[in-house]
């Protein structure tokens, strides 16, 4: 079955490191989306692709990259993690139409 | 003005009841609307589908669009303690991203 899956699930990272979320779909589609959900903030756009070597940002953009080089991926980078960016992040892909489908979630503690 | 107004609960209901769930939003281009349903550590699932305005119904859901009124509702008849979840709407205009509000937190006790 086709699936959208991310890794690593849970993640601590310290301040000021590097760290990269990983996002894999299935489904072929050429839509995808990260976004971030804090509690009362609900869910943040933060970037976005609608192909490959497409990206655009989104609500919250700043300190993250994301790039396209594959139907499959959009991996998520955090430059320089901050205590910030501590949150639950989810990945979610769509095809025609406007329906997204999300990932698991990666939960990351920044320290 | 937010582009989609969605109150936060927490919302707790008694097995059986009939809950309404409801978003307003200000964009008039929004045309696609969706509920997703997200179970605590879990990611969102799409529950419902609209386009446009109208009802559609899928077993105890309910999806309401009123584009006069920039309105949406989803109803759950005969609750269950299965649907406690939070509940969030999200809508489009068509390619663009969707606009998703801040979710419901429902709570159904048996």
């Known amino acids: 079955d086709a699936e959208i899956t991310q890794s690593p699930r849970h993640k601590i990272t310290e301040t000021g490191r590097q760290v990269t979320l990983a996002c894999h779909q299935t489904?072929?589609?050429?839509?995808m989306f990260w976004y971030r959900q804090d509690l009362g903030h609900g869910l943040r756009l933060i970037h976005y692709?609608?192909?490959?070597?497409?990206?655009n940002k989104g609500e919250v953009s700043d300190g993250y990259s994301v790039s396209r080089s594959n139907t499959e991926d959009l991996p998520l980078t955090l430059e320089s993690a901050a205590s910030s960016q501590t949150s639950v992040y989810f990945c979610?892909?769509?095809?025609?139409?406007?329906?997204?489908?999300f990932g698991p979630g990666t939960r990351l503690t920044v320290l | 003005q937010k582009e989609v107004e969605q109150d936060p609960g927490p919302l707790s209901v008694p097995e059986g009841a009939i809950v309404s769930l409801n978003c307003t939003y200000s964009?008039?281009?929004?045309?696609?609307f969706m509920w997703y349903r997200q179970y605590s550590r879990k990611g969102p699932e799409l529950l419902m589908y609209?386009?446009?305005?109208g009802n559609k119904e899928d077993g105890r859901f309910t999806a309401q669009v009123d584009k006069s009124s920039k309105y949406i509702s989803l109803f759950i008849r005969d609750s269950q303690p299965s649907d406690s979840a939070t509940y969030l709407c999200?809508?489009?205009?068509?390619?663009?991203?969707?606009?998703f509000g801040k979710g419901t937190r429902l709570s159904v006790i048996a």
């Open positions: 979610a892909s769509s095809g025609p139409g406007e329906t997204q489908y």
């Open positions: 489904w072929n589609h050429n839509n």
């Open positions: 692709s609608y192909g490959v070597q497409d990206t």
């Open positions: 964009n008039s281009a929004f045309q696609y």
């Open positions: 609209t386009y446009s305005s």
């Open positions: 999200a809508m489009s205009a068509g390619n663009t991203p969707l606009v």
